[in-house]
């Protein structure tokens, strides 16, 4: 069964600094990795998007790696703003041809001042 | 940008009643999505479609339908609400073979 793990389930952290949030997954064929922000109350941004071919990217303050070995991947923000409190979620797809993912339940991150 | 708007962001129904959320998108995507997202389980697909007038079951399906009657409109129907469904739905758009979707804001759905 494909499934998407995702730690830590909650995370509090001090404004400015760093943070790095995991994905374990299971997903088979391996297609791409999605990393998405969702704010409170609204849906899913698309942040990243990594193939099997690409171990890292980045947007911003954020940089997502990808090991396909380990079937593992980590989304890293630095310098954190109190507009990164949000949950992160994890989504993998599956090469059958057709637009199926699997969804983490994503990490709450918070961010205080 | 891409653009999907749902019709209610806050609704409050009845069990037993029958509930209607619609989704417009305004990219020209051929795919349409609905998920329900719930506390600890993450988003899980109950239908989604290719094409107008065509819809494919998801993993959770059961009390729910869906109409798509043109390609900009996807259509979730609850045809007698339950409290079980009471629910955060997104709605997502994507064009075929890209599978980055984009999602609407949702619509909070409380059944009484």
């Known amino acids: 069964k494909n499934q998407v793990e995702q730690s830590p389930q909650s995370l509090i952290i001090l404004e400015g600094k760093n943070c790095t949030l995991q994905?374990?997954?299971?997903?088979?064929?391996?297609?791409?990795l999605r990393w998405y922000k969702q704010d409170t109350g609204r849906g899913p941004v698309s942040l990243t998007i990594m193939t099997f071919s690409e171990n890292t990217k980045s947007n911003g303050r954020y940089t997502a790696t990808l090991d396909a070995d380990t079937k593992q991947s980590s989304l890293h923000i630095t310098a954190s703003q109190l507009s990164d409190s949000a949950s992160y979620i994890c989504?993998?797809?599956?090469?059958?041809?057709?637009?199926?993912?699997?969804f983490g339940t994503g990490t709450r991150l918070t961010i205080i001042p | 940008d891409v653009k999907v708007t749902q019709s209610s962001r806050y609704l409050v129904k009845r069990t037993g009643e029958k509930v209607f959320l619609e989704c417009v998108q305004d990219m020209d995507h051929e795919n349409m999505f609905w998920y329900r997202q719930d506390p600890g389980l993450g988003l899980r697909l109950i239908y989604f479609s290719y094409d107008v007038k065509m819809k494919e079951k998801g993993d959770i399906p059961e009390g729910y339908s869906v109409s798509r009657e043109k390609k900009e409109r996807f259509s979730l129907i609850l045809e007698s609400a339950s409290t079980n469904q009471t629910s955060m739905y997104l709605c997502a758009s994507s064009f075929p073979g890209r599978n980055t979707q984009y999602f609407g804001p949702g619509t909070r759905l409380t059944v009484l």
């Open positions: 994905c374990n997954y299971t997903v088979s064929p391996f297609s791409n």
């Open positions: 989504v993998v797809s599956a090469n059958f041809g057709n637009e199926k993912l699997t």
